[in-house]
């Protein structure tokens, strides 16, 4: 707010493409996810353009026919920004801002703008602003004259060396800091973790926005900051729960998300490396979403890069309040019947129930079955707890009331 005035929205374009890897159903999913994202960076989606393309045009990303009508439209509209889906190459981006004349972003370059946002400790933003270093270096264009500010001293353009060459070494030289600054810290938290002695560890883990922080807090009765926006929670957040007197720690992690640029992934494996020392994991699923099995496919395959798909693990099926099940009548012989006609008790009955032995649906908000996850979770951490502490396993009872 400015003096009682709301915050203008950057007015945006999201741009996407069907092809044999994502059909028309699946694109559109995509872009509503986009333009989530798109919201929580504080713009405004004004319109969304598709494209059927066998391959990414390699100058443009889209056909020249798109490129004019999107022209058109970023023009009659005022568009500030164009934003798309797919990650672009450098090369792909300069030729369309030289033909749109307005900020080109794609998917990697919204997700570290809200990453820059949400970077709340030192530690988060130092990781946050590597990742920007390593994704803008090879889009350097020669127009950075700014950069030079960021390093004084006499003698720093060597002889004959253009503004560009410049600019990359100030950036490689950035990202060298960085990466330095970060090794020491990834120490500092090591040495942290191992000071936690040999209480059992329990990570939360899923897709974002999907009630990893609101559960935190129900379960530690914390005050962790949840908001209903993408990546509310950058830093891991590690609280120490008792449970019926039997003691465990309870972390917070980063969310994932489908088509998670590498090189976060690779900037954010200290916050990982909370997941890859935990015990047991926790994986949060939003119910209500139409594409939760997807969401679930996205966590699994982070996982298993990380090395942590075989920990025991407990599936929540979050937010059954605000699942919705389409209604469908079984004497309508013409309708037929799909996974969204499913109810609830119908949900827990399917592959779920087989495939995952520990597995509960609740509602983080409104506190339902709230008791039963915090059985399952007493019993699956004192199983682990007794190993480690077998000469006062008479304290914990097998279950609680």
């Given at each position: 707010?400015?003096?009682?005035r709301?915050?203008?929205?950057?007015?945006?374009?999201?741009?996407?493409i069907?092809?044999?890897?994502?059909?028309?159903?699946?694109?559109k999913?995509?872009l509503?996810?986009l333009k989530?994202?798109?919201?929580?960076?504080?713009?405004?989606?004004?319109?969304?353009?598709?494209?059927k393309?066998d391959?990414p045009?390699?100058k443009?990303?889209?056909?020249?026919?798109?490129?004019?009508?999107l022209?058109?439209?970023v023009?009659?509209?005022?568009i500030?920004?164009v934003?798309?889906?797919?990650?672009l190459?450098?090369?792909?981006?300069?030729?369309?801002e030289?033909?749109l004349?307005?900020k080109?972003?794609d998917?990697?370059?919204?997700i570290?703008?809200?990453?820059?946002?949400?970077?709340?400790?030192s530690y988060a933003?130092?990781?946050?602003?590597?990742?920007?270093?390593?994704?803008?270096?090879?889009?350097?264009?020669g127009?950075?004259?700014h950069?030079?500010?960021?390093?004084?001293?006499?003698?720093?353009?060597g002889?004959?060396e253009?503004?560009?060459?410049?600019?990359?070494?100030?950036?490689r030289n950035?990202?060298?800091?960085?990466?330095?600054?970060?090794e020491?810290?990834?120490?500092?938290?090591?040495?942290q973790?191992?000071?936690?002695?040999?209480?059992?560890?329990?990570?939360?883990?899923?897709?974002?926005?999907?009630?990893?922080?609101?559960?935190m807090?129900v379960?530690?009765?914390?005050?962790?900051?949840?908001?209903?926006?993408?990546?509310?929670?950058?830093?891991?957040?590690?609280r120490?729960?008792?449970v019926e007197?039997l003691?465990f720690l309870?972390?917070?992690?980063?969310?994932?998300?489908?088509?998670?640029?590498?090189?976060?992934?690779?900037?954010?494996?200290?916050?990982?490396?909370?997941?890859?020392e935990?015990?047991?994991?926790?994986?949060?699923?939003?119910?209500?979403?139409?594409?939760f099995?997807?969401?679930?496919?996205?966590?699994?395959?982070i996982?298993?890069?990380?090395n942590?798909?075989?920990?025991p693990?407990?599936?929540?099926?979050?937010?059954?309040?605000a699942?919705?099940?389409l209604?469908?009548?079984?004497?309508?012989?013409?309708?037929?019947?799909?996974?969204?006609?499913?109810?609830?008790?119908e949900?827990?009955?399917?592959?779920?129930?087989?495939?995952?032995?520990?597995?509960?649906?609740?509602s983080?908000?409104?506190?339902?079955?709230?008791k039963?996850?915090?059985?399952?979770?007493?019993?699956?951490?004192?199983?682990?707890?007794?190993?480690?502490?077998?000469?006062?396993?008479?304290?914990?009872?097998?279950?609680?009331?």
């Open positions: 707010m400015i003096e009682g709301p915050i203008e929205l950057e007015k945006t374009v999201l741009v996407g069907i092809n044999s890897n994502q059909n028309e159903e699946k694109s999913e995509y509503a996810e989530f994202l798109t919201f929580t960076a504080g713009g405004e989606v004004v319109k969304s353009f598709t494209q393309l391959f045009n390699p443009t990303f889209i056909g020249s026919g798109k490129i004019i009508e022209l058109k439209f023009k009659e509209k005022k500030s920004s934003i798309f889906d797919d990650e190459t450098p090369t792909q981006q300069g030729n369309i030289k033909l004349k307005v080109i972003l998917r990697t370059g919204l570290l703008d809200i990453f820059a946002q949400r970077a709340r400790t933003r130092t990781q946050v602003e590597l990742a920007q270093y390593q994704y803008l270096l090879p889009r350097l264009k127009l950075w004259t950069l030079e500010r960021q390093r004084g001293g006499i003698g720093m353009r002889p004959g253009t503004e560009i060459e410049t600019d990359r070494r100030i950036v950035k990202i060298s800091l960085l990466k330095n600054k970060l020491i810290i990834d120490k500092q938290m090591a040495t973790r191992g000071n936690r002695g040999s209480l059992v560890r329990v990570s939360l883990v899923g897709y974002t926005n999907v009630g990893k922080s609101t559960l807090n379960i530690s009765k914390s005050k962790v900051f949840s908001e209903d926006k993408l990546f509310a929670t950058l830093d891991t957040t590690v120490k729960v008792v007197n003691p309870l972390s917070d992690t980063v969310g994932f998300i489908r088509k998670l640029p590498t090189q976060l992934i690779e900037s954010f494996k200290s916050t990982l490396d909370e997941v890859k935990s015990d047991i994991l926790i994986h949060i699923v939003d119910i209500s979403h139409p594409n099995e997807e969401h679930i496919d996205s966590v699994n395959q996982l298993e890069e990380i942590c798909i075989e920990k693990t407990i599936m929540v099926f979050n937010k059954i309040d699942y919705k099940a209604p469908w009548d079984e004497n309508e012989l013409i309708q037929k019947r799909d996974k969204r006609n499913y109810t609830i008790a949900w827990e009955k399917s592959w779920i129930s087989k495939k995952n032995e520990q597995s509960i649906f609740v983080a908000l409104k506190k339902k079955n709230f039963k996850l915090l059985n399952l979770i007493y019993e699956t951490v004192r199983r682990i707890h007794v190993t480690r502490f077998p000469y006062n396993h008479f304290l914990y009872p097998e279950n609680i009331n």
